[in-house]
């Protein structure tokens, strides 16, 4: 069967994005890679990264496994196949090494937003949150909603985890931060919060106006390496 990623890509067609190209765009732009990187990491033709991620269309298996290994992920995760999973579904693999990650890496693998979880103590005892982060100035923040539960971390030490599963090698990585959160209050601080590039948008919709900022006083993060041998 021929691979058409070799081949100059088709005219586009009107209609909206599918769920592969969302899924690829968001991956390439999280490692920092531009489309030229990624057709030249799978053997594309140029041209043809545009269209996975701007019209919809089925791809050959060939060339689904060189994208997943170009964006460091699975076919399944491109595909959206392991959407309602829980991670870590898979087995464990064979001698695996748990690494200890420097400053520097962790801030790397934060990246500069995405999504984690801010562990708060309230009346009902401990509870855990998954919010829309920006990192900024070595920092963490993240908007929600008055009374919301992630607004109670306010004037606490609080702690701040991000991490990331790959099912298919049994491997990940996992990010924590530990310091004192507090309230912006500041409008000028408040202005430059939500206008920075890539904004913190809550995926959860509704009015958020009240931002966080959680000031890490301990980074620390793990990684699992499965070796090759």
Not at 121 to 148: C, H, K, L, M, Q
Request: proline fraction near 8%; include cysteine; charged fraction near 25%.
């Amino acid at each position: 069967m021929a691979d058409r990623s070799r081949k100059e890509p088709p005219e586009p067609e009107a209609g909206a994005v599918g769920d592969i190209g969302r899924r690829v765009a968001a991956r390439r732009e999280q490692l920092g890679l531009t489309r030229a990187d990624v057709a030249l990491r799978t053997g594309s033709a140029p041209g043809y990264i545009e269209y996975v991620e701007t019209q919809p269309g089925t791809h050959g298996t060939g060339f689904m496994l060189r994208l997943a290994n170009a964006l460091e992920t699975t076919v399944d995760e491109l595909a959206g196949g392991t959407v309602d999973l829980p991670p870590g579904v898979g087995r464990a693999a064979y001698h695996p090494e748990l690494v200890e990650l420097g400053q520097e890496e962790c801030w790397r693998l934060l990246g500069s937003h995405g999504v984690g979880r801010v562990v708060v103590t309230g009346e009902r005892g401990p509870a855990v949150f998954p919010v829309n982060y920006v990192t900024t100035e070595g920092t963490i923040a993240y908007r929600t909603a008055p009374d919301s539960g992630p607004l109670h971390a306010a004037g606490h030490e609080t702690a701040f985890e991000v991490d990331h599963i790959d099912e298919a090698f049994s491997r990940g990585w996992s990010v924590l931060l530990v310091g004192p959160a507090r309230t912006v209050t500041d409008p000028e601080e408040v202005r430059r919060l939500e206008t920075m590039p890539r904004p913190a948008t809550p995926w959860a919709g509704g009015r958020r106006d009240s931002w966080i900022v959680v000031t890490p006083s301990r980074v620390t993060g793990r990684r699992i390496v499965v070796r090759d041998n």
